[in-house]
């Protein structure tokens, strides 16, 4: 008998009001939060199109879950301060939720573009938890000016977090992750889990448990809050989030996980001297990578570059000849 598969993604219109407030991408003058909220909108066809497309090629179902009751009841249920942080756990609820209904689920965010037909449900192993984790360790994450005015006695490592870090740094995430670790005496990785794709089996994914023991882990991450394991500029930063959290049961409870190679989650960044890109528009990177996580959010580039069109960058001018 053949197993049931299930792509699914999820679009959330944020009404404005609700909208985090945050800084520009590089290049920029819209806020990250707005400039996200009309993108996916303006794209929202060519996004679900190209999910619905690769799902027939990896012969699974595919659903793309919007606003509806199970939606609102989840955020009653579960609080937060910004709604695109709800969303972002709405999606692990989703995962768990699916899972019981499909034998293998893969998750992914709505501003992924798969450029492959390669089935991911054949090319991994489902019995295990499958995504990108980032290395998110100091010396990866900090820019070095910031590094060498610590060893340069400078700046202190307060003043340094205080000044440039933010809450959704994927350094001050992870070290949130591994406070919740020390309460449970595990020795916590420098890796991130970036869940914009995930996928494993039924079973794997309802051994995660997010939501069963929820009230533990909120229970976890107050007391770690309070701990200021790391310092009370850093613990200031720390918030429930889905990237700390996940991370946190995977390594916590010690779920099988594989982290995919980087071309099956190829991060498109906005910035071209940002730390996990190599350029800011990496043509040979993006032709030869499985799946395209544009976080920059310029879908209309990717697509032309994916349906083999010449397109120019607009910083330098280059056009990519295939």
Request: a negative charge; aromatic letters at 16%; proline letters at 2%.
């Amino acid at each position: 008998m053949s197993k049931k598969k299930l792509i699914f993604s999820v679009y959330i219109d944020i009404d404005e009001k609700n909208l985090e407030p945050n800084d520009c991408y590089w290049n920029d003058t819209v806020p990250k939060s707005h400039r996200t909220k009309l993108e996916l909108t303006k794209f929202k066809q060519r996004l679900v199109q190209c999910k619905q497309k690769y799902a027939e090629q990896c012969g699974a179902d595919f659903v793309l879950f919007e606003q509806d009751q199970l939606y609102d009841s989840f955020l009653k249920t579960y609080s937060h301060q910004y709604e695109f942080d709800a969303i972002n756990f709405y999606k692990l609820f989703l995962l768990e939720h699916t899972s019981k209904s499909y034998d293998a689920v893969l998750y992914l965010d709505l501003d992924v573009v798969p450029n492959t037909d390669l089935s991911f449900f054949d090319h991994f192993d489902m019995g295990s938890i499958n995504a990108f984790a980032v290395d998110s360790s100091k010396e990866k994450i900090w820019r070095r000016p910031w590094l060498e005015s610590i060893q340069n006695n400078t700046m202190t490592f307060d003043q340094v977090v205080q000044t440039f870090l933010g809450r959704q740094n994927m350094y001050v995430k992870n070290q949130c992750k591994n406070a919740m670790l020390a309460q449970n005496f595990v020795s916590g990785s420098k890796y991130l889990i970036n869940t914009a794709i995930t996928g494993g089996s039924s079973e794997i994914i309802q051994q995660c448990k997010i939501f069963e023991q929820w009230d533990q882990h909120i229970q976890t991450f107050n007391d770690c809050k309070q701990e200021k394991f790391f310092g009370e500029q850093l613990t200031e930063l720390f918030f429930p989030n889905n990237e700390a959290f996940f991370s946190y049961i995977i390594e916590n409870r010690n779920i099988s996980f594989n982290n995919i190679t980087q071309d099956w989650h190829y991060m498109i960044m906005p910035n071209k001297n940002h730390h996990l890109g190599p350029a800011f528009f990496d043509y040979v990177n993006i032709k030869k990578s499985k799946m395209l996580h544009v976080i920059d959010k310029k879908f209309e580039r990717i697509f032309d570059m994916i349906e083999n069109k010449d397109h120019p960058d607009g910083d330098g001018g280059f056009i990519y000849n295939g």
